[in-house]
């Protein structure tokens, strides 16, 4: 290095020689070139900023000039020159003056430079420079675009050639900018920044201008190329200097104007972002400032910010701002080019152009001047310029050809340009050349896909013509490029309507609608394809939504009617007529709405019609009188109601309604002759006249204050009306089946039918209506045939299923199918025809207490109000439901109907629709109104009524309308012995012998039978509390005789063995409960002989059969025989309850096992039944434990911190109870009682062996438990229910079935909530996520439903669950409450007093811990009583008293009280020993615990004299503990080898010491 430091200073030195002494040119040039070149060299070498620095550049600076004006011969090289512009664009030499540092030496060096070396691409940077400043800098506003071209086409070769001029990038980039070529001038811009950085790595320091300048050009051209993110960056860094990005490091500071400018730039990035309240802010304070040096671009503010206002709507404000940015722009300095200029006066024409609404001649010339001057101006705004100027000469001055010519013009420039394309579409549609349009659109879309306007345009063409495939993807197209056009979403949405792709529509419509929330045909077309999907309650509020925009819309109050009447349909369809109505008179108001003033729309008028229609099978509102007139027309013509009162008022009322519906009839025939009038070459409408005159003629036939004499008249009228319409139209199917239906006579009707399944094969409704003509003549098998077809072809058709089971009711055996088929038609929306044919079927199966078969007579009732027949199938219903008032209404108003019009009126007619109602022939014997009369009285009877029943059975008994019917002597019988008057059962007696000898049915005769058997063997004495009622005792016998010859006739007519059964177990259970022997046998030998003509062998039989003998031999004394008899009986049907109880019972009462075997096997069943078997056979013995002990004893409560102890048989005989258990619940799957004992046994099971498997089995079967409990509510109060009926008065069958259900809720509430705490625990232990949560919950849940039952030992074991889980979750403090609310409810409770000293004992408060302790040990010792069972008191007090005193030792211990505590494990382990092997478990225990005591004391005083004692207890306990009978487990046991090791260590360990002492000691006394 310092031998060419050395060369370079002697170079330096020759060459300063050289150069001193000749001039530039000739051959000492390139000594001067070489000299100017280590000077430069030199400078470069110094730091920036430098005073060396400074010194060197006035040397270069002073060297150059001097070269360049050299005399005589002048410089021959353009080294000085370059070197003097270079040093110029420094800023540090701006103190220096003159010598080419100021703008005009600048000027004279480029000028010299071009002059002398023009062929420098140096010289035409220099010139672009120059010719800048003079023409455009210098020159008036606005720059012209030709000048900018001139600049960029000299200036762009030259910095190609030679990129080493700053001020060259600034203006290249700055011009291209301008003349909207922004790809160039971002890499022109570029380049520049790659010089600013060449130039600062060199040490110069540029001017602020330049530098700004080259990063706001790049910025502003990045905005122009959507790279938001880069131009963020650029201007960033403009206005945030403190910024480190790579950019501001190139910048020392940003002029203000640059800085304005860059501000500028970021509110327009504000404004693409969506920001527009930001833009708007930033905008509006930029362009208020005022005009001034720092602020010469403010015309660009304001232009855009009145851009801004115009598309806000803000016209007013736009105008001005718009204007004030023309003004701005002319100023001399505003450094405006004519393109800017030109795009101000674009908006400020838009802003006129809007602003002249209604046109205006003075605002719309003003707007068409500035669009003019625009137009004028080549650049991007040019075509929407002339696109302006079409729209000025089509709208405003009509010229059609200019505007043609406007709008090409303006597509030549720019085929992009949306406004232009639509207006010259619309002119050439409006000229009738819709095919030329179509082209241009196609050739247009061809050549420019990004034109989104002709895809748009093309797809509506598409639409128009049908092809909807083409068009979904010309608008798929047109989106791709302008997403946010609202117009294109909804043609998407109307294409995919019309190729019924619904969903894919009512999204498009649902994007329409969010882009312009008031866009009416979306929100219409929306609501359509809704109710299409069966959304009624969107698709109204999508309707409304367009009415609120514009309430006279007409296509949203079309659709709103629309949307309307499709509700009410499907209102009547689910039975609510009531609300049908209502929205068919609100759609009739809107099709009022809709026709004012637009009477030429036919479809308004038929829809008018479609809605006055449908009040055939809903009565109009009478409150829309004050609407009508013709639309409305429902109440036109009526004559006013009756408001009697009672039954004659309701009667009035029912015909009132059926005259609403006939004047609707009206309203929409004027509707369709309207329709008619406008279009009456339609066929349709002429059908729809027809259905007028057709459902009119069946109202009418209702009553014969209606006219009914018209219906044949209307029904002709009908015929002749659809048979024109067929002239019209002879291919239409619908009207061949209306002609079908309308037609008279069976072959018109079935050339009909045949001739609209010609043309239509598919409709299953016609298959159907041709399947009934067919059952109709006689011909079944046709009749099936079609309705197979109907079928096959519309599965979910009710009328298909309503007339099959019209043709199932034609069998004598199909009574079963035909309730079948017709509540399927029900479900699938079948009318009145399908609900009375369902009622009817279903109170012919027995199936009358369902409350579906009650909601269909209820239904039938309301749209057929004068039909008796359908108030006697829902007096039945409620007869059967145990409603005897609501029966008895329903009786009295069909015997109303039958007395103010007998039912006649064409029962045969087929009719169409809702109101199609098959009447039931009545039974010839006594009629419909016999019937009636018959089955009120029944309802008296069984309504208590007795002596209102027993006189209206003796007028139908007096007036012969009580023969034939055997059922009616049933009931009259039970009146008669009800009311206790006199020889009440002589005559009642009798009636069952007169129903007898009707010759009925045999399940009717059977029942007659039963009571009469009953009533026979009433005066027997059964023993207590046999339901079978006594009234005083007698020495009444029973005829034996009589009662065989009865049981030979019933079992003559070949019964079912289920009718004859209750027979025999009556007659067996009064042989049972007879005192007299010969009696009882004689009863028990006529049950045998009728047994033997029925054949009849069941399980279930032969088992009550023995349990009655078993019955009667523990009434004879016979123990031994009875409990055989009993267990027999369980072996032969094992899954009766009350057989097991019985077995359980007569066990227990002859000794023949143990108590345990006995008490383990009345633990299967549950209480209820247990208390049935009381009640059926005798009173249990007292000792016997009920369900709640025997829990107790074999299960574990596992609500206390520890397991509570249980007894030690239970506990080994765990696994097999177990078994035996889960053996028994497969064999009783219903029963719940099982299934809870099961979950209590699993429970246990997994307690012991602490196996997370376990706990889950346990966590299954508690979930079955609940579950059955939850639904074996219902049978077993059915059990009760039926083990009440009887002959008991009936309030003391009340009584008794209350008591029982109280019972059994009580019974289940318990289980219930200890189903709850035992799953709670074992979620506790499950390990599985979520877990824990599961158990709080589950434990939140038994306390929720023990606090609403007076149980405080039930509420006290959901607390603790509660607090345990509250453990878990790490929550003591809540804990610890929780179990105190457990000892306040219930004191002294031992789980609960160890779970709290747990818990204040982890908690540190071991004072509170030992109180608590001291008090559930006071507590014990008081009241030893832990249990409800005697047996078990002691050995539960003393394990109890033994685990409290365990953890009292361990609570002494923690607070370092060994002595006290060693002296309490003593006193627990002597308790356990003295007390027997019961307690070897928790002897164990205790041992372990008072050697762990011992070995800690002795480990805390080592060197006191009773440490040894302490560890020789220590050993004795641990090894007693491993060699006892108590069986440790794996883990406890190695637990005590690992005490009982230390123990023995500390013992060798003491003994070794106590030797060494001893050594010393005799070391010490040798010596």
Request: proline residues 5%; neutral net charge; hydrophobic residues 40%.
């Amino acid at each position: 290095m310092s031998s060419k430091s050395g060369e370079e200073e002697g170079m330096q030195m020759l060459l300063d020689s050289i150069t001193s002494q000749t001039c530039p040119s000739g051959l000492h040039a390139a000594y001067h070139a070489k000299h100017l070149e280590l000077l430069v060299r030199r400078m470069e070498s110094q730091p920036a900023r430098s005073t060396e620095r400074s010194t060197e550049t006035k040397a270069c600076l002073d060297s150059a000039w001097r070269m360049m004006r050299c005399r005589p011969g002048g410089c021959c090289t353009p080294a000085p020159y370059l070197t003097a512009l270079l040093l110029a664009e420094d800023q540090t030499l701006a103190h220096l003056e003159g010598r080419c540092t100021d703008a005009a030496g600048k000027a004279l060096v480029g000028r010299r430079l071009c002059h002398q070396f023009p062929w420098l691409p140096q010289s035409a940077a220099a010139m672009a420079l120059i010719v800048h400043h003079h023409l455009i800098a210098k020159g008036p506003p606005p720059g012209k675009a030709k000048d900018r071209t001139l600049i960029i086409q000299v200036l762009s070769p030259a910095m190609d050639a030679s990129a080493d001029s700053l001020p060259g990038w600034q203006l290249l980039s700055e011009l291209q900018l301008q003349n909207e070529q922004p790809e160039a001038a971002a890499e022109s811009a570029g380049r520049g920044l790659k010089c600013l950085a060449q130039r600062r790595s060199r040490g110069y320091l540029p001017p602020p201008e330049v530098a700004a300048g080259i990063v706001l050009a790049r910025g502003h051209s990045l905005l122009a190329l959507d790279r938001l993110d880069e131009a963020q960056a650029m201007f960033k860094a403009l206005t945030d200097l403190s910024s480190s990005s790579p950019v501001s490091q190139l910048l020392d500071s940003v002029p203000k104007s640059v800085q304005q400018e860059a501000l500028r730039g970021q509110a327009l990035i504000l404004k693409q972002q969506g920001d527009t309240a930001a833009a708007e802010q930033l905008l509006a304070d930029l362009a208020q400032r005022e005009q001034g040096p720092e602020c010469m671009s403010q015309h660009l503010a304001q232009t855009d910010y009145g851009t801004l206002l115009l598309e806000q709507g803000n016209l007013q404000g736009a105008q001005v701002w718009l204007e004030k940015a023309v003004a701005s722009a002319s100023l001399p300095g505003s450094h405006s080019t004519d393109k800017q200029l030109a795009r101000a006066r674009l908006q400020l024409g838009s802003a006129y152009w809007q602003l002249g609404r209604p046109p205006s001649q003075e605002v719309r010339g003003q707007a068409y001047g500035h669009w003019l001057a625009a137009a004028s101006v080549g650049g991007s705004h040019q075509a929407a310029a002339f696109a302006k100027l079409g729209l000025w000469y089509a709208d405003f001055k009509a010229d059609v050809p200019r505007a043609r010519k406007c709008f090409q013009r303006a597509l030549g420039l720019n085929p992009l340009q949306s406004e232009a394309g639509e207006g010259l579409c619309n002119l050439l549609r409006a000229e009738g050349r819709a095919d030329t349009a179509q082209a241009l659109c196609q050739e247009v879309s061809s050549r420019a896909p990004g034109a989104t306007w002709a895809w748009r345009r093309l797809a509506f063409f598409c639409l128009h013509t049908g092809d909807f495939e083409k068009a979904v993807l010309c608008f798929q197209t047109a989106l791709r490029g302008d997403v946010g056009h609202a117009g294109a979403w909804e043609g998407l949405g109307s294409a995919y309507q019309s190729l019924a792709r619904l969903t894919a529509a009512l999204k498009a419509y649902g994007r329409a609608i969010e882009l312009e929330p008031k866009r009416l045909f979306s929100l219409v077309q929306s609501g359509l394809v809704l109710l299409a999907l069966g959304n009624y309650t969107e698709a109204q509020g999508l309707v409304q939504a367009a009415l609120e925009a514009d309430p006279q819309h007409v296509s949203a109050l079309f659709a709103a009617a629309q949307l309307l009447l499709a509700s009410a349909k499907y209102r009547i369809a689910q039975g609510t007529p009531g609300m049908a109505a209502k929205d068919l008179a609100l759609a009739a108001r809107y099709c009022q709405r809709c026709s004012q003033g637009r009477g030429h729309l036919q479809v308004v008028w038929k829809l008018m019609g479609d809605v006055h229609l449908q009040f055939h099978a809903a009565t109009p509102p009478a409150q829309d009188q004050e609407h009508g007139t013709e639309a409305q027309g429902c109440t036109h013509g009526i004559a006013a109601g009756g408001n009697g009162r009672g039954k004659a008022g309701a009667l009035q009322k029912a015909l009132h309604s059926w005259e609403l519906r006939i004047s609707a009839m009206k309203a929409s025939r004027r509707a369709y002759a309207r329709a008619l009038h406008l279009a009456p070459a339609q066929g349709s409408l002429w059908g729809d006249v027809s259905a007028t005159f057709y459902h009119e003629a069946q109202l009418r036939r209702a009553h014969p204050k209606l006219d009914p004499h018209q219906a044949h008249h209307l029904r002709a009228s009908a015929e002749a009306l659809i048979r024109g319409g067929l002239r019209l139209e002879p291919s239409s199917a619908a009207l061949w089946a209306g002609l079908g239906t309308c037609a008279r006579g069976a072959p018109h009707q079935e050339y009909a039918f045949t001739r609209s399944l010609h043309l239509d094969p598919k409709c299953a409704r016609t298959w159907a209506a041709l399947g009934r003509l067919y059952m109709e003549s006689g011909a079944r098998g046709l009749a099936d045939t079609c309705f197979t077809q109907a079928r096959s072809q519309e599965p979910a058709d009710s009328a298909t299923w309503a007339a099959m089971g019209a043709l199932a009711g034609l069998s004598p055996t199909g009574g079963s199918e035909k309730a079948d088929f017709y509540q399927h038609a029900v479900k699938l929306g079948a009318g009145p025809e399908a609900l009375a044919g369902f009622a009817e079927g279903a109170l012919g199966e027995g199936r009358a207490s369902s409350g579906g078969v009650y909601a269909a007579a209820r239904r039938v009732v309301e749209a057929q109000p004068y039909s008796a027949a359908a108030h006697n199938m829902l007096g039945l219903a409620c007869q059967a439901r145990g409603h005897f008032a609501g029966a008895l209404q329903a009786y009295s108003a069909g015997l109303d109907v039958c007395t103010d019009h007998y039912e006649g009126w064409g029962t045969r007619d087929r009719i169409a629709g809702p109101l199609c109602l098959v009447q039931q022939e009545a039974d010839p014997a006594f009629g419909l109104q016999h019937a009636l009369e018959l089955n009120s009285a029944c309802a008296l009877s069984l309504n208590s009524q007795h002596e209102e029943a027993v006189k209206k059975f003796k007028l139908l008994e007096e007036s012969g309308r009580m023969h034939g019917a055997p059922s009616a002597w049933l009931s009259y019988a039970s009146a008669l012995y009800q009311l206790h008057k006199g020889d009440a059962k002589l005559q009642a007696q009798n009636a069952l012998e007169r129903g007898i000898s009707d010759s009925p049915a045999p399940q009717e005769h059977a029942a007659l039978l039963h009571a009469w058997i009953k009533l026979e063997l009433a005066d027997l004495q059964p023993t207590p509390p046999y339901p079978i009622p006594t009234h005083a005792p007698s020495n009444h016998q029973p005829d034996l005789q009589q009662l065989s010859s009865h049981a030979e006739a019933l079992t003559a007519g070949k019964p079912e063995a289920a009718m004859l059964r209750p027979l025999w177990l009556t007659v067996s259970a009064a042989a049972a409960a007879s005192s007299e022997a010969a009696t009882a046998a004689g009863l028990r030998e006529l049950v045998r002989s009728w047994r033997a003509q029925a054949d009849d062998d069941s399980a279930e039989f032969e088992a009550e059969l023995l349990g009655l003998d078993a019955l009667f031999a523990s009434q004879t004394g016979q123990k031994l025989q009875a409990a055989r008899h009993a267990a027999r009986a369980l072996h032969i049907c094992p899954w009766r309850p009350l057989q097991t109880a019985l077995a359980a019972r007569t066990a227990l009462d002859a000794s023949l096992t143990s108590s345990s075997s006995a008490r383990r096997l009345a633990a299967t069943f549950p209480q209820s039944h247990l208390c049935r078997a009381t009640q059926s056979y005798q009173v249990l013995p007292a000792d016997l434990p009920n369900e709640a002990v025997l829990m107790d004893m074999l299960t574990v409560m596992v609500t206390g911190a520890v397991a509570q102890p249980c007894l030690l048989d239970a506990a080994r005989e765990l696994r097999v109870m177990y078994k035996d258990a889960l053996q028994r619940a497969h064999s009783q799957p219903h029963c719940a009682s099982i299934w809870y004992l099961l979950a209590s046994l699993a429970l246990h099971y997994a307690a012991s062996t602490q196996q997370a498997a376990a706990y889950r089995s346990a966590l299954a079967l508690c979930n079955r438990a609940l579950h059955m409990l939850d639904c074996s509510s219902a049978p077993e109060q059915l059990d009760c229910k039926e083990q009440a009926n009887g002959h008991l008065p009936q309030q003391q069958q009340q009584q008794q079935r209350q008591q029982q259900q109280q019972q059994q809720q009580q019974r289940h509430h318990q289980q219930q909530v200890q189903l709850q705490c035992m799953r709670s625990e074992c979620h506790l232990h499950t390990r599985q996520g979520g877990s824990h949560e599961q158990a709080m919950s589950c434990a939140k849940a038994a306390v929720r439903a023990a606090s609403g039952f007076c149980d405080p030992e039930l509420t006290a074991a959901a607390l603790q669950q509660l607090s345990r889980c509250l453990e878990h979750a790490q929550q003591r403090t809540k804990a610890e409450e929780a179990c105190k609310k457990a000892l306040v409810g219930r004191p002294g409770r031992p789980t609960a007093v160890l779970q709290l000293a747990r818990l204040l004992h982890g908690s540190n408060k071991h004072q509170e811990a030992l109180d608590t302790l001291d008090q559930g040990l006071q507590h014990l010792s008081v009241c030893p009583s832990v249990t409800a069972h005697q047996c078990v008191e002691p050995q539960l007090n003393l394990r109890w008293r033994l685990v409290l005193c365990l953890h009292k030792a361990q609570v002494l211990a923690t607070m370092g009280d060994l002595h006290q505590a060693t002296s309490v494990c003593q006193e627990a382990a002597g308790l356990s020993l003295t007390s027997g092997h019961d307690l070897q478990p928790h002897a164990d225990t205790a041992q372990v615990v008072l050697g762990a005591l011992s070995l800690q004391s002795a480990e805390s005083e080592p060197d006191t004299p009773n440490a040894m004692a302490s560890l020789s207890t220590a050993h004795k306990m641990f090894t007693q503990a491993l060699a006892g009978k108590g069986k440790l487990g794996r883990q406890d046991s190695a637990l005590v080898c690992w005490l009982l090791a230390r123990t023995e260590l500390l013992g060798t360990l003491r003994r070794k010491q106590e030797k060494a002492e001893a050594h010393a000691m005799q070391v010490r006394l040798r010596s």
